[in-house]
DNA sequence: TGGTGTCTGTACACTTGTGGACAAACCGGT
DNA sequence: ACCGGTTTGTCCACAAGTGTACAGACACCA
């Protein structure tokens, strides 16, 4: 039950957005949690009472269960851009995706009624917070176009991106296997793309694990569904997207 | 500029659940319009300043438009259960899609900054508004994990069901070109697609309109996925979702 | 009634993605 | 250094979706 620490809360962006005296009315009511990969924030189905706060390059992911294939296709990553739970819906209702930890790190979490009580007290507070609901829309907006229009490889290539924004560093931990699911495609398609981006020169690959070498020619492979998202971030909350 | 009648107010299932005096913190400032299949409520990019709501059978769809294959995909529906315009980011923000009038018929239009002012007031509108923007997003994610799983057969037969469960009768005006256009894919595909379904029966087809003739088959032929959407309506706002 | 433009149907050659089977490579533990 | 389980690579037959080309059908208008 430690109370984040002045690096911890830096370590979010949308966090570092708010003004000292907003930020009071969170820090005290947070927890703050290490959280590994695959760790469950919330199950689809559960009421919503918490949000949580991505630091540093921990990353969180959406997933929606789909019955009749028996997978969970991830629908939005989250960083230290942004934050889960709740925040389009403001909680009490039950959570329609799952969200989980794609990429172990620091999590900051606070219930949502203080998080509630808090938006009401500030405009400012409300401001951000509804901006970044509306960026998390336009990102999963994109992410259902795309899926219905660029094909593998082009979503292999926008789903390393994505991932690679929000980590320090170009390398992250995952699977073939995990990435083919997250992508809702077979296995060894994957690895037939994963194989021709890495003989072009754009990433590297260790047992369960990506390194991206030429981020800029990976982006120009990929559709432009990232570059789309990212500038949504920064035309409603500029400067939050991070850095690649 | 005139200010809508009760029946109109009726034919919104969102409008409805308003108890009298938060309907009054609206009503007063609403515009009545009636418009075409085609016309644009908002262009992606513009500021979003209004909210529209549609009555009766009347449709709106959000779509996102791909550079790179020249494509609108059609992302949601939104009919006489909801509204459309800065639902999630409470408005001033570029929109991020264009959303359009897809059937034709009455919409009303009241300025965000109106009902800001009533939200901040009543705690019961804000309660259905975030409710409701809770249930949008669900519909999102659902269509985006649908878009990255079911074959064409299931997703046009999904986009047959939420069109028919939102109007009134099971008939609605739509090429099979504009069809296409909507789920991303090819016509000459599309004009296969509908020959089978027409061939076991479950639809029948005029030139430029389409005529569901077996609701439960055509479930049947169908994803799961517009059957989940409609399960999170009514978990979330017991009722709201149109009747089949 | 015939003409016109749009909408629909069909054929075909091609690319993309599927799913199972199995071999090879990797890597941590002892 | 070897073992064993996981991860990755390859092959193959098949299904799903693409895009062009062109023919036919429909609805409307004159």
């Not at 979490?109 to 507070?125: F, G, N, P, Y």
């Not at 907006?141 to 899926?147: D, P, V, Y």
Request: overall charge neutral; aromatic content about 6%; hydrophobic content about 45%.
């Amino acid at each position: 039950m430690t109370t984040p620490s002045p690096d911890d809360i830096a370590g979010n962006a949308l966090l570092t957005r708010l003004k000292d005296d907003d930020l009071k009315r969170l820090t005290p009511h947070m927890v703050v949690l290490d959280l590994k990969a695959g760790d469950v924030l919330q199950h689809a189905g559960d009421t919503v009472t918490d949000t949580w706060f991505p630091c540093g390059s921990a990353l969180a992911a959406f997933r929606i269960w789909i019955e009749d294939v028996n997978k969970g296709i991830e629908v939005a990553l989250v960083g230290r851009e942004g934050a889960v739970g709740g925040i389009v819906s403001n909680g009490n209702v039950p959570a329609y995706a799952t969200s989980e930890v794609r990429a172990g790190g620091r999590f900051l979490r606070v219930k949502i009624s203080t998080l509630e009580r808090a938006k009401l007290e500030s405009i400012a507070l409300r401001h951000w917070f509804s901006r970044y609901s509306d960026c998390l829309i336009a990102q999963i907006f994109q992410t259902a176009a795309c899926n219905a229009t660029h094909n593998m490889v082009q979503r292999t290539a926008k789903w390393l991106l994505a991932a690679t924004a929000r980590t320090d560093g170009c390398e992250f931990e995952m699977t073939q296997e995990q990435l083919a699911e997250m992508l809702g495609v077979g296995r060894t398609f994957v690895t037939r793309i994963v194989s021709r981006l890495r003989e072009e020169g754009l990433i590297a690959t260790r047992r369960g694990r990506f390194i991206v070498k030429d981020e800029a020619a990976l982006r120009a492979r990929s559709c432009g569904c990232a570059t789309a998202i990212r500038d949504h971030f920064d035309a409603v909350l500029h400067g939050i997207y991070p850095a690649e």
